[in-house]
């Protein structure tokens, strides 16, 4: 499945129109149009799951997030009502697959205890400081 394919497939999500500014062909930032590209076909593929070395990339990222909020004096937890809100989003949501989000491949009780993390289709976002 080609991206083009795979954004016409999730027309109805949420967050395809955002995904397809993304993913244009005029996007100057080729390593997010990419990652967007390769975030739409997963979204369209029903059961497809972020590969293990995209995982592991992911992590480190998140990684590297959490230690520049602590260096630099930002919250690096989230509030307990941040945690709720983003529960009642990702515990329902269809990408969440046995306690893993499917697309970005994190283990979403982690994911929404860290104030530096996103949803990666925009459900919910990082907490603002
Ligand atoms: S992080 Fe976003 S896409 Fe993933 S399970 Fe939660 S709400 Fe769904």
């Known amino acids: 499945m080609?991206?083009?394919?795979?954004?016409?497939?999730?027309a109805d999500h949420s967050a395809?129109?955002?995904m397809r500014l993304l993913c244009r062909?005029?996007?100057?930032?080729?390593q997010q149009r990419d990652k967007y590209r390769q975030l739409a076909i997963r979204l369209a593929t029903p059961g497809?799951?972020?590969p293990v070395l995209e995982?592991?990339?992911?992590?480190?990222k998140a990684a590297v997030r959490v230690a520049?909020?602590?260096?630099?004096?930002?919250?690096v937890l989230a509030s307990q009502a941040e945690i709720d809100a983003r529960k009642a989003?990702?515990?329902p949501c269809p990408e969440l697959v046995s306690g893993q989000c499917r697309l970005c491949g994190c283990s979403y009780q982690h994911?929404?205890?860290?104030?530096t993390e996103e949803c990666p289709v925009g459900k919910w976002a990082s907490v603002p400081y």
């Open 48 to 50: 497809a799951m972020a």
């Open 55 to 60: 995982q592991a990339f992911n992590a480190g």
């Open 89 to 91: 989003i990702c515990k």
């Open 111 to 115: 994911k929404i205890r860290l104030a």
């Open 25 to 30: 062909e005029d996007n100057p930032n080729l």
């Open 2 to 10: 080609t991206h083009t394919e795979a954004l016409d497939a999730i």
């Open 16 to 18: 395809a129109a955002q």
């Open 68 to 75: 520049t909020a602590a260096i630099i004096g930002q919250p």
